[in-house]
Each structure stands twice: as structure tokens, then as C-alpha cells.
């Protein structure tokens, strides 16, 4: 099977309208020998911060030498960056080889499984053949009935609760917190991070439940002391560690995720693993995630973020003004916004328009994206100067040519955005 018949395969599967279950994956991990049963996950949910954790902790493994399997979702550019094995991506040819072993599966079932359930049979088809030791595992959505939930897990962690995807998780916070919790497992430790006291009554009860460990991160000490356009200095402890850690990942948010991170440590440490303090330092230090606030160039700055929800762009909000204090002296700021339909668009808005001195609002290439005249709507409504086309591209064009030296031009509204603003700023 050549790579473009494998890509036509995947683009003809329905996207996410069918009936929630692990039905689906289960028939096709077990086409092919299951797979999954053979390697340790860690098991990551949460609205955000998966994919940020699920990249530290990957490399912090890889630096202590385990060959470490990495999935995560959704892509920035290519598709084949949702599946690594020690940071590299699948290649076409693996990627095709696997999708050849799952077609006559995926043909013959009575009900067709979905891209991600096919791209997740094929991460522990292709992890398995490539002999991983562990697995890092980032749910695509919820938790309990998501395709990743099908493996056996030694650590699981829920990040956070926040309102994202309330029409298909259940209309409600306390909804989407019990999907997520859905991920815990029995005699596993289901590490948290920050939940209001609420959320974390749902989590609790459902660990209590099913017999898993509730553990939660209120011991692990994360303070970041230095940061620049380039990296951030965190003084970060726990039982067994108390080092300053060097990281590339510069949004504030990472605070929260550096606590999440070194509680899974000293788990997976208590567990039996090796993973002496270089191995943290050199992970950290070496970790590359983008699309989260990431530099793409300086003087001036451009800074791509793919906050795509009401929590994301607060936390955004907060960057923007936190960077602006420190390095930009009252320069100006501009933001290009492009946001999917089905978020809390105007709540998004309402939070980073203000912010800045202009915004260009446009359109990412996605069935999905919100069409120009709510994003105008909005604007308007702000009374915030703005202009609007098409295409990122074109956004791209017109937000660089506003910029002078020191000025901040910010990409964000959501990861399709981002994605394109970063396939040509960067490739």
C-alpha cells in the first residue's frame, strides 16, 4: 500500500458522529493481535494541557534511556506527528504498512470506526512493531469512551476541567468531569491537577468507584524565577528533588503542568523506573512542543498559540499582558483570531480582543472554523479596530506588515489556525 491510498483510507472514515464505545477500537486491536495489551501507558485527559505534559514526560523517558512511544492529537501540519517513537515521527512507509494490516479489518466491519479510532489502532500496531517500552497516551476527547481508553494503564492523569466540547461531553463541567474521569483503572494512581472542589467530588467518587489511587499534586513545588522569549527557569521540587529546570516552553501555564509532570515522576519512580535527575533536567531542558506559545520569530515577535477554547484564551490573555509588561514597553500588539464554530466564540472574544491595538480575523481551513461575520459581530461589539479576509495566509501578510522592531504579533483561536500560521512561518 503506497502512503496517498493509506491517506484516502483515513479521509473517508467519519470524523466523530457515531455512537460512543470502545466497540469499534476493540475490533480492530483485535484484528491485529492486540497490541495495546503489551505496553505500559501513561494515560493523559484533561481540557488542556495534555499534549504539553504528555511531550515533557515522553522526553524526560527517552533522556533515561526507555524507548518511549508518544500519541498525541491533533496535528499541527502533518498527520504523521501524532505518531513518535523517541520524538520521531512515523514515516509514510510505516504509516502505510500499518494502515495495509488494518484495511481489510476496517472494510469488512459492519460499522466503520472513526479517523482517530483507526490512527489510535495504528499507534499501538506501530508501537508494538517498533518495540516501545512505554507509551505516553493523550486522550483525543473525554475519556471514558475514548479510543485510547482501550489500554492497560500504570499511571493516569487528569489536568484540568474546563467547558470545551460541551455538545458532545454533556453540556455541563460536571458532565465533561465525569468522561474524563472515565480513564481511571483499578489499583492505578489517577494523578490531578488543580479542580475546583466540585470537579473534584465527580473525580473522587469515580476513583472510589472503580479502586483507583486519587492523587493529587498540592506537594510538588513549581516557581518560575527567569523568563525571556526564549526559555523559562522554574525552581522545581519534590520529595526526592529540588533542582532549577531550563525549558523551551514559555507559556505561564506550564507551571501547572511542571507540577503534573513531577508528581508522575516520583509515581513512576515509586514504581520501579529509572529516571535518575539528569534525565529530568536534560527532558526538560531538550522538550519541544509547539504551537503553545511559541516564538516563531523575534524582533519582532511572533508568537503562535493554539489557545482554542474559553480557558486556553485566558491563559493566553495572561501571557500576552505578562511578556507586554516586561519586554515590550508599550509597543503595540496585534492578533490574528480564527476560531472553529462549534467554541464559545464570543466569550474568546471578549477575552483577547481588549488586549490588543488591532485584530485580523480570518478563516482556517476547516469545515469547522466560524464564519467572518460572527468574528466581525464581535468586534464590532468590543469596539475593537479590526480587518478581516479569508485565509490565514493572507492575515499572515497583512499582520507582518503592521510590525516594527520590538512590536507583538500573536496567532491564535485555534490549533487549525496555528497549524497554518506555523507550516509557513516555520517550514
Known amino acids: 500500500m503506497e502512503y496517498s491510498e493509506a491517506c484516502l483510507i483515513l479521509q473517508q472514515l467519519p470524523f466523530r458522529d457515531v455512537k460512543p464505545g470502545l466497540e469499534r477500537i476493540s475490533h480492530l486491536l483485535s484484528g491485529v493481535g492486540d497490541p495495546q495489551r503489551s505496553i505500559p501507558v501513561i494515560h493523559i485527559a484533561g481540557t488542556n494541557g495534555k499534549g504539553s505534559i504528555a511531550a515533557m514526560l515522553a522526553m524526560i523517558l527517552q533522556c533515561a534511556g526507555y524507548r518511549v512511544g508518544l500519541y498525541t492529537s491533533p496535528e499541527l501540519v502533518d498527520i504523521r506527528e501524532r505518531i513518535q517513537v523517541d520524538s520521531e515521527w512515523i514515516s509514510k512507509e510505516d ?18 470506526p472513526t479517523i482517530f479510532e483507526a490512527l489510535t489502532a495504528m499507534s499501538f500496531l506501530y508501537f508494538s512493531r517498533r518495540r516501545v517500552e512505554i507509551i505516553v497516551l493523550e486522550v483525543g476527547l473525554g475519556g471514558r469512551f475514548d479510543a485510547t481508553n482501550i489500554a492497560a494503564p500504570l499511571l493516569t492523569i487528569l489536568t484540568n476541567t474546563e467547558r470545551d466540547h460541551l455538545e458532545i461531553l454533556g453540556g455541563s463541567v460536571e458532565a465533561i468531569a465525569w468522561e474524563q474521569a472515565g480513564i481511571a483503572a483499578c489499583g492505578v494512581p489517577f494523578l490531578i491537577g488543580d479542580l475546583s472542589p466540585q470537579i473534584e467530588e465527580i473525580v473522587s467518587r469515580e476513583c472510589s468507584r472503580v479502586g483507583a489511587l486519587l492523587t493529587p499534586t498540592i506537594d510538588v513545588i513549581a516557581e518560575r524565577k527567569e523568563f525571556d522569549w526564549r526559555r523559562a527557569v522554574y525552581n522545581l521540587g519534590w520529595k526526592d528533588f529540588h533542582r532549577l ?132 459581530a464581535a468586534a464590532i461589539s468590543l469596539t475593537v479596530p479590526y480587518t478581516a479576509t479569508d485565509s490565514v495566509a493572507a492575515a499572515l501578510h497583512l499582520g507582518t506588515n503592521l510590525l516594527t522592531t520590538e512590536n507583538l504579533l500573536v496567532v491564535g483561536g485555534s490549533l487549525t489556525t496555528v497549524g497554518e500560521a506555523r507550516r509557513l512561518y516555520v517550514t
Open 95 to 112: 504509516l502505510a504498512t500499518c494502515m495495509a494490516e488494518l484495511a481489510p479489518i476496517i472494510t469488512a466491519a459492519e460499522e466503520k
Open 245 to 376: 529546570v531550563d525549558i523551551p516552553l514559555l507559556g505561564g501555564y506550564q507551571q501547572k503542568n511542571l507540577r503534573i509532570v513531577g508528581k508522575s515522576i516520583e509515581i513512576l519512580r515509586e514504581q520501579g523506573l529509572l529516571l535518575p535527575d539528569s534525565a529530568i533536567l536534560r527532558g526538560l531542558s531538550s522538550v519541544h512542543w509547539p504551537g503553545r506559545f511559541e516564538v516563531v520569530h523575534h524582533s519582532p515577535y511572533i508568537v503562535i498559540d493554539g489557545a482554542h477554547n474559553v480557558a486556553g484564551a485566558q491563559a493566553l490573555a495572561v501571557d500576552v499582558l505578562r511578556y507586554s509588561e516586561h519586554f515590550l514597553h508599550g509597543k503595540q500588539r496585534y492578533l490574528i483570531f480564527g476560531v472553529l464554530n462549534d467554541k464559545e466564540v464570543e466569550e474568546m472574544c471578549r477575552v483577547l480582543f481588549p488586549l490588543f491595538n488591532k485584530v485580523i480575523l480570518t478563516v482556517p481551513q476547516s469545515e469547522r472554523a466560524a464564519p467572518l461575520d460572527r468574528l466581525i
